[in-house]
């Protein structure tokens, strides 16, 4: 097998150049990628992970990882993060990842982000959903990776 092609971004971010990165993601992953689908629901996967890591990020660092490796795609942010937004990840996406139905689901967190101010789980359900990808987790201490999965028909690369 190949080694995996890969990106791999450390910045300290703000949410003006979520945006930007994920732009860059659609373009570079359109060259690679077979067809436009894939990379587009690698962008939407990237700047949704993106955005999360910058809003719960404890001291500002975020890192972003996207790779593709055979068929499989992946899209990994990590950060450092309070107990209480740590907590309250876990449980999000496990009951995301419990539910049956990945429109369903993302219909009720709708309408849930509807009467909130912040913290929707939003973004998650709609990776899940939107870009039909697996969202999980790992937690060592205070920092968090949050992963993105999806497996492609075919070979994912040209």
């Given at each position: 097998?190949?080694?995996?092609?890969?990106c791999h971004i450390s910045f300290r971010p703000n949410i003006k150049l979520i945006s930007t990165v994920r732009r860059f993601v659609?373009?570079?992953?359109m060259r690679l990628l077979v067809g436009?689908?894939?990379s587009s629901r690698l962008a939407l996967a990237t700047h949704e992970l993106l955005e999360?890591?910058?809003?719960?990020?404890?001291?500002?660092?975020?890192?972003?990882?996207i790779e593709v490796?055979?068929?499989?795609l992946?899209?990994?942010?990590?950060?450092?993060?309070?107990?209480?937004?740590?907590?309250?990840?876990?449980?999000?996406?496990?009951?995301?990842n419990q539910a049956t139905d990945a429109d369903e689901y993302y219909q009720k967190r709708l309408a849930i982000s509807a009467r909130r101010s912040e913290g929707s789980g939003l973004g998650l359900a709609r990776i899940r959903a939107e870009a039909e990808m697996q969202v999980a987790y790992e937690i060592e201490k205070d920092r968090v990776c949050?992963?993105?999965?999806?497996?492609?028909?075919?070979?994912?690369?040209?």
């Amino acid at each position: 097998m190949d080694a995996p092609a890969y990106c791999h971004i450390s910045f300290r971010p703000n949410i003006k150049l979520i945006s930007t990165v994920r732009r860059f993601v659609n373009e570079f992953y359109m060259r690679l990628l077979v067809g436009q689908e894939v990379s587009s629901r690698l962008a939407l996967a990237t700047h949704e992970l993106l955005e999360n890591a910058v809003a719960y990020a404890a001291d500002g660092e975020t890192e972003v990882r996207i790779e593709v490796r055979g068929k499989e795609l992946l899209v990994r942010t990590w950060n450092r993060a309070e107990p209480e937004h740590l907590e309250a990840l876990k449980g999000l996406i496990d009951e995301m990842n419990q539910a049956t139905d990945a429109d369903e689901y993302y219909q009720k967190r709708l309408a849930i982000s509807a009467r909130r101010s912040e913290g929707s789980g939003l973004g998650l359900a709609r990776i899940r959903a939107e870009a039909e990808m697996q969202v999980a987790y790992e937690i060592e201490k205070d920092r968090v990776c949050i992963l993105a999965r999806m497996t492609t028909d075919g070979e994912a690369t040209r």
